[in-house]
């Protein structure tokens, strides 16, 4: 029985990333590192700092990145590509020339017998309303179109300067520490969203750049999978134990 990974939160392409292109290869390295030992993969979302695609055209970069996919995908491995609120603008090039299955909203699936929901995490129990403004009007389908008409020289240049400010503003330019189970929203969404669905075992979201592993009830966790710029984290389960671990080149990965 082969492995399923989860990880989430690269951020690739920021230009609030000073390491940016080292970070790239580390990822790549660990993809290279389980391609022989992963049944799947899940990007669970904010793999892109920000990616937007027009018909003809695509951001440049992220090669090593788009070519270690395509690799897993001919090998067989199946790569799930969730969308998250920084590559929200998703077409079908990653599904057509890179071979992954495209999300744009949560998942909930069966992974050898577990029960799995899995989702980015943004717009999940989060109540502020300027986020849930903003986040509204990116999935705004006539705002979009009218984006898709700036030539992409000004709108790439729009979207990477938007995330980099979005980071920066934050102290130290990382996002809060947790918050506690009475205050973190993914944590008071998974708790009542088990009330209606007490089969789920596994809750796994990205997003808010945190390593968590909360157990909710007997059978049921919530894994919050850190990101890929601070700890360079991930998920994985082997249909038994799930595990919540930290990359670090040289030493033998699970």
Request: proline share 2%; charged share 25%; with cysteine.
């Amino acid at each position: 029985m082969k492995n399923v990974y989860f990880i989430s939160d690269a951020h690739l392409g920021s230009r609030a990333i000073e390491h940016g292109r080292t970070q790239e290869r580390r990822l790549v390295n660990f993809l290279d590192s389980i391609k022989h030992k992963a049944a799947a993969v899940y990007l669970l979302g904010d793999m892109f700092d920000f990616w937007y695609e027009f018909k003809t055209v695509v951001p440049r970069g992220y090669t090593r990145f788009l070519g270690k996919l395509s690799e897993l995908t001919d090998m067989g491995v199946e790569v799930h590509f969730f969308t998250g609120n920084h590559d929200i603008w998703c077409g079908d090039y990653l599904s057509k020339e890179c071979g992954v299955i495209l999300h744009t909203k949560p998942l909930t699936t069966e992974i050898y017998g577990k029960e799995f929901y899995l989702a980015h995490g943004d717009g999940l129990g989060d109540t502020d309303p300027k986020f849930k403004f903003l986040r509204s009007m990116f999935h705004n389908r006539t705002l979009q179109r009218l984006f898709s008409t700036i030539h992409p020289r000004w709108s790439m240049e729009l979207g990477l300067t938007w995330a980099k400010h979005s980071r920066m503003k934050r102290a130290d330019g990382k996002e809060p520490e947790y918050m506690g189970e009475k205050k973190e929203f993914l944590v008071l969404f998974s708790k009542e969203y088990l009330k209606e669905h007490p089969n789920i075992n596994f809750f796994i979201y990205g997003h808010r750049h945190i390593m968590l592993d909360l157990m909710l009830k007997v059978s049921s966790r919530v894994i919050i999978l850190g990101d890929w710029i601070n700890y360079f984290s991930y998920a994985v389960f082997d249909g038994e134990n799930l595990l919540l671990e930290e990359y670090i080149e040289g030493e033998s990965e699970v």
